[in-house]
């Protein structure tokens, strides 16, 4: 099996074909999640201003990619393996800030990151062993309004974060005004798959 890339920006796009898993990773998947330049199809992509499809499927011979007929032949061979192999590349390499109301709420995000192999940072993304910066921000909060002086420095994270951030609901109350328009999910049974689905979700910076 091989992999088939496609990296657009408006009308322009650029496509590679029969990729192995390790070119993938270091030309595609390693700097689509560190938000660094892709060079594709003679190119440079800025993940920021770009969609990204990836195919798996049989490798494709020359009869196949002849007359620009080979995304076609791709898509009719292969399955779309995007969101999971960006969450694949985003639990290897990431680190994720948290910035929380409570510390207990906050131990609620680290144990569910922990159990997708994630490390948690604060939210300047300091934390001892943990060099790299953070690939998103989670704000968690367990109530409606929270203080004043945590809301100022969530304001200043969110600032820093090139939109890469979603809030989580610990409680059944609304989301504090300030932050309603932010994407966010609610504590539930399975706090980290919704967390490997809203990492998936989100866009490079």
Do not use: K
């Not at 960006?86 to 709420?105: F, K, P, S, W, Y």
């Not at 680290?110 to 192999?117: F, T, Y």
């Amino acid at each position: 099996m091989a992999f088939h890339v496609e990296i657009r920006r408006g009308h322009r796009w650029a496509r590679e074909f029969n990729l192995d898993r390790e070119r993938l990773r270091r030309e595609v998947l390693a700097p689509w999640t560190t938000r660094e330049t892709i060079r594709l199809g003679d190119r440079d992509w800025e993940p920021a201003e770009c969609s990204l499809q990836i195919m798996e499927g049989p490798e494709l011979a020359g009869p196949d990619l002849a007359f620009g007929r080979g995304w076609n032949h791709a898509q009719r061979s292969g399955r779309t393996v995007t969101r999971e192999l960006v969450a694949g590349a985003v639990r290897d390499a990431a680190a994720v800030a948290v910035h929380a109301e409570t510390a207990a709420g906050r131990q609620v995000i680290v144990e569910a990151l922990g159990e997708l192999g994630i490390a948690a940072v604060d939210r300047a993304g300091e934390e001892s062993g943990v060099d790299q910066e953070p690939m998103a921000l989670i704000l968690a909060v367990e109530t409606a309004d929270p203080p004043r002086a945590w809301l100022y420095e969530a304001g200043a994270a969110v600032g820093s974060a090139g939109g890469r951030v979603f809030l989580v609901r610990l409680a059944d109350t609304p989301a504090p005004p300030e932050l309603a328009e932010l994407p966010s999910i609610r504590l539930g049974a399975d706090l980290a798959s919704a967390l490997a689905g809203a990492l998936a979700e989100l866009g490079p910076r």
